[in-house]
T-cell receptor, first 113, second 112 residues
């Protein structure tokens, strides 16, 4: 099966930088995703990593190390609107010919003034 | 561009009543489609996925079922709702090499 671990909650200050870590265990790794989910809303896609290294997209960056089973999401210049849950998801393993995506339980980030 | 529509946004149903949630995707053909449930403060649980018309795979045994009568339509149903069926139901679609999943707005179901 697949296992994903990420911190339950984090707090950071407006304007600062925060790093949200995710560790995973899976067979047949084929991609890692980060989503943002505001309270009461659906998740929205942030980033995708399949090769080792850093992917940058504006204030958000995501890093992957496949050998370590590790990823992080880096948020720069934090804004109050960044307060949300951040979900790490991994695609791997096979179920009926389909590679399943498993979601972590999410890290709830609170941005304070 | 592609869009995904999911309705209704909220639903309150009595125990034992039937359920039908609908999801449609626009702007693409032959997408992979998914139904998830998210209980309060919990992670996303994959319920069903479909790679084509009439092709449904179930991840978790339950009293829910899914159907895909048309290429871009995915329906979640139940004949008799249980209290434990309450939750936030999300439909998603994906396609292509990266197979990134994009979610609908969700349906918040309360079974009383």
């Amino acid at each position: 099966g697949q296992n994903i671990d990420q911190p339950t909650e984090m707090t950071a200050t407006e304007g600062a930088i925060v790093q949200i870590n995710c560790t995973y265990q899976t067979s047949g790794f084929n991609g890692l995703f980060w989503y943002q989910q505001h309270a009461g809303e659906a998740p929205t896609f942030l980033s995708y990593n399949v090769l080792d290294g850093l992917e940058e997209k504006g204030r958000f960056s995501s890093f992957l190390s496949r050998s370590k089973g590790y990823s992080y999401l880096l948020l720069k210049e934090l804004q109050m609107k960044d307060s949300a849950s951040y979900l790490c998801a991994v695609r791997g393993g096979f179920s009926g010919g389909y590679q399943k995506v498993t979601f972590g339980t999410g890290t709830k980030l609170q941005v304070i003034p | 561009s592609q869009t995904i529509h999911q309705w209704p946004a909220t639903l309150v149903q009595p125990v034992g009543s039937p359920l039908s949630l609908e999801c449609t995707v626009e702007g693409t053909s032959n997408p992979n489609l998914y139904w998830y449930r998210q209980a309060a403060g919990r992670g996303l649980q994959l319920l069903f996925y479909s790679v084509g018309i009439g092709q449904i795979s179930s991840e978790v045994p339950q009293n829910l079922s899914a159907s895909r009568p048309q290429d871009r339509q995915f329906i979640l149903s139940s004949k008799k709702l249980l209290l434990s069926d309450s939750g936030f139901y999300l439909c998603a679609w994906s396609k292509g090499l990266k197979d990134i999943q994009y979610f609908g707005a969700g349906t918040r179901l309360s079974v009383l």
